[in-house]
């Protein structure tokens, strides 16, 4: 397929193409704004579908921002400027188009569960993932199972974003080459990237959107959207896949039914978060946060809310720490409670399922328990450890507890134990 002779590259554009043409299944454009990333991108989909009948995905985290930007916005821009003699239909109602070979473009987004089934039931030949820095790896990992279609295409997965933190998973694929989830080296044959800038495209926009928008930037995002760099990740937020706006709900309330209790062992704070599993979702409907206090203290605020004779879901170091010569788990056996057998995980693990189940939706929290919501707003990672900022020491307990009780219900099928503590 001859593109159109009125179509001049950039020369960074020239080196993208380059990248995306080679041996690496995986292929990223990552770097500031306005920089052309999506547009190349585009282009090279369409190009790999001009050359025998395929199928091909493009994809964003939610379909209103694929639509507006992918659907209507950059791929008839395209089509106009790179190919116009191209003629193609599209189907607006599952939105594709479909060019004279029988080459299918699906655009879609990870946010609409009938639309995604519909989307991954297809097998396809290219898998583009639109600013990826927003879609949870667990989803990419998903979409990734349906890059099978036969031909004679050597099958290529393409990704762009403005680079976020460097605890972002794009940046150990790409950057470092470790799988974050799987905690493996990755060889770096298959993953490869390039940075691409506003600078580098100066031919196709504004000169002043450099100097009057990103260069006033604040520090972080003026990296990110200007310089195209990974951000230090020292204060980066741990579970990034938490929205306020998704994961609360009035509807998280108490119903017939067994009802859990995760539990964290402190003095300051004592901790804990009641809920039920049902529907195949985490539902929160309750917090207890005890400053200065201990696990008898614990089991009467318990009792006095009505929430005698539960199953708790602990932290397994209970069993050896001790209260007046007893374990927490007696204590809390003593006092009518019933100590589920559990182990902890390696704290990535524990928060990796976390964010898994917050990226598919699988955990809802009442709006009252704003303790554990605060938590998940503001835990962060420093020296590949939890770290606290904003309440100080006071910080990371309570969403310990909800990620024992989540361990407990849905862990991650495959990860060793770090310590058995049996109730």
Known sequence: ???????????IQVKAITLLAGHALHNMLYGGSRSGKTFILCYAVILRACKTKSRHCILRLKFNHAKRAIWLDT????????????????????????????S???????????RVEKILGNE????YFNECSEIPLSSINIALTRLAEKNSLVKKVYYDENPPSKKHWSYWLFIKFWHP???????????????????????????????NILSKL???ERIRFLNGEFVDGDDGVTYYEFDR???????????PGTTFIGMDFNVDPMTAVLFQFYNNTIWVFDEIFLRNSDTPKMCKELKRRGYAGLKVIPDSTGGNRKTSGRSDFEILKENGFVCENVYNPFVTDRVNNLNRLLAANRIMINPKCNKLINDLEQVAWKDNKLDQKGESKLLTHISDCLGYGAWKMEPIVGKSKRAIRLS
């Open 124 to 127: 396809y030949s290219t898998l």
């Open 104 to 114: 299918e473009i699906w655009v879609g987004g990870l946010d609409d569960k009938k």
């Open 245 to 255: 706006e998704i994961h609360t709900s009035s509807e998280a309330i108490q119903r």
């Open 181 to 211: 989830e799987a905690e493996e080296e990755l060889d770096p044959a298959d993953y490869s990237c390039m940075v691409m800038n506003p600078k580098d495209n100066l031919e196709n926009i504004d000169p002043d959107y450099i100097k």
């Open 75 to 102: 791929i008839p821009k395209v089509m106009s400027i790179c190919f116009p003699d191209l003629t193609y239909k599209t189907n607006s109602t599952d939105y594709y188009i479909v060019l004279p070979n029988g």
């Open 1 to 11: 397929m001859e593109t159109s002779e009125g179509f001049k590259k950039t020369l």
């Open 218 to 220: 604040p520090e972080n």
